[in-house]
């Protein structure tokens, strides 16, 4: 199911009903070959929509007055900044206004891990991670961002060692 309209205010209660997007008019070319494309992939051969691709594949980031549908396997990072969160996704940054306890908790704990107060990391965007003394270690990603977990997040560094 598509949303379509000129109410962005609606954006959120779209998902609850398992929306596949929302789309606010006027709707650009692009935008809606997008959404084609996505809900091609989200059907199976009978037709149904398939919510496995459709709910937990995708995660909804509320940028302004728009809902950008985003990947989970294509979140690398996401940093805490004060009272927003930077969503860094497929060579792309969102900025979002949640807690980055809660927004850790949507993304679900087995792929994403805590390594700083400020920061959750993608395990498998993870490509070396470098002892930096006093219980840190700098961490460099695929992307070639890097980070530093914090002391206090040392048993979660360790686990990722072992």
């Given at each position: 199911m598509?949303?379509?309209t000129?109410y962005p205010?609606h954006?959120?209660?779209a998902?609850?009903?398992?929306?596949v997007?929302y789309?606010i008019?006027?709707v650009?070319?692009?935008?809606?070959?997008d959404t084609?494309?996505?809900?091609?992939?989200?059907?199976?051969?009978d037709?149904?929509?398939?919510e496995a691709v459709?709910?937990?594949?995708r995660i909804p980031?509320k940028?302004g007055s728009?809902?950008h549908?985003?990947?989970r396997n294509?979140i690398?990072?996401v940093?805490?900044?004060?009272?927003?969160?930077?969503?860094?996704?497929?060579?792309a940054v969102?900025t979002v206004?949640e807690?980055l306890?809660?927004?850790?908790?949507?993304?679900?704990?087995?792929e994403?891990?805590?390594?700083h107060r400020?920061?959750?990391v993608?395990?498998a965007?993870?490509?070396?991670i470098?002892?930096?003394?006093s219980?840190?270690?700098?961490?460099?990603?695929v992307?070639g961002q890097h980070l530093?977990?914090?002391?206090?997040?040392?048993?979660?560094?360790d686990e990722?060692?072992?």
């Open positions: 598509v949303f379509v000129a205010q954006g959120a209660r998902f609850d009903v398992r929306a997007d789309l008019k006027p650009s070319g692009e935008r809606l070959r084609l494309e996505r809900l091609s992939g989200a059907r199976t051969k037709g149904v929509v398939n459709s709910d937990a594949d980031l940028v728009r809902v549908l985003v990947q294509k690398d990072l940093v805490s900044i004060g009272n927003y969160l930077e969503v860094h996704a497929d060579g969102y206004r807690t306890t809660d927004f850790h908790s949507r993304l679900g704990c087995a994403f891990a805590r390594l400020s920061a959750v993608r395990i965007a993870i490509r070396q470098v002892p930096a003394g219980a840190r270690f700098r961490i460099v990603l992307s530093f977990s914090g002391r206090q997040f040392r048993s979660k560094v990722l060692l072992a």
